[in-house]
């Protein structure tokens, strides 16, 4: 028998289970019962909290998006070398304390069977893409050739990201291989796409 707790206890709880959850198996490979199961609940109090298991991924999602990084970034007046080194580390130091929201969410990529969830996804990929555009102005202007360069960039941070929390890389492998190819990106790829 599930011990009692008040309802934003057992929201959370749900949640947190849900949120390894997914972070473990992907969406597709998790269902309400096995949230229910491992959080030692019935199926129904979890459709009680959320109904289902979409509703319980928007819900990680939901989460995922308020808990973005928001950190501070290097400015302009830092050598470009130094602040893509500097901003990584600290995106990859977020991302490790946030590894199972990061990999429940954006870590899965465009691998979301679900429309709506992937748009979801989607839109946090391209806010991303928003702030790199922001914080470094100085270096490339906001057109539709470099939107294009930093989208599929954000693709390589994902699988890199994914492969590094997973034990098939070190955090130095990965972080070298994310500042050099965004200093590529901004420095070489983006000026040639606009010639």
Do not use: C
């Amino acid at each position: 028998m599930a011990k009692r707790l008040a309802p934003d206890a057992r929201r959370d709880q749900i949640l947190d289970t849900a949120l390894r959850l997914f972070g473990e198996h992907g969406y597709t490979g998790v269902s309400a019962s096995d949230i229910a199961r491992a959080a030692g609940i019935t199926p129904a109090l979890v459709t009680h909290y959320f109904g289902p298991k979409r509703k319980i991924y928007l819900a990680v999602v939901d989460l995922m998006r308020a808990n973005v990084a928001d950190s501070e970034r290097a400015g302009p007046d830092v050598p470009i070398e130094e602040r893509l080194a500097r901003d990584l580390a600290t995106w990859m130091d977020w991302v490790d304390a946030n590894r199972q929201l990061w990999l429940a969410t954006a870590g899965l990529g465009d691998v979301i069977p679900d429309p709506e969830i992937l748009a979801i996804v989607t839109t946090a990929r391209e806010e991303g893409v928003e702030r790199i555009l922001a914080d470094y102005a100085d270096l490339v202007d906001d057109t539709s050739q470099a939107r294009f360069a930093l989208l599929s960039w954000m693709g390589l941070n994902q699988a890199a990201l994914r492969r590094w929390l997973r034990g098939e890389a070190t955090r130095e492998q990965t972080h070298a291989l994310l500042t050099q190819s965004l200093l590529a990106m901004l420095r070489d790829v983006i000026p040639a796409l606009i010639r």
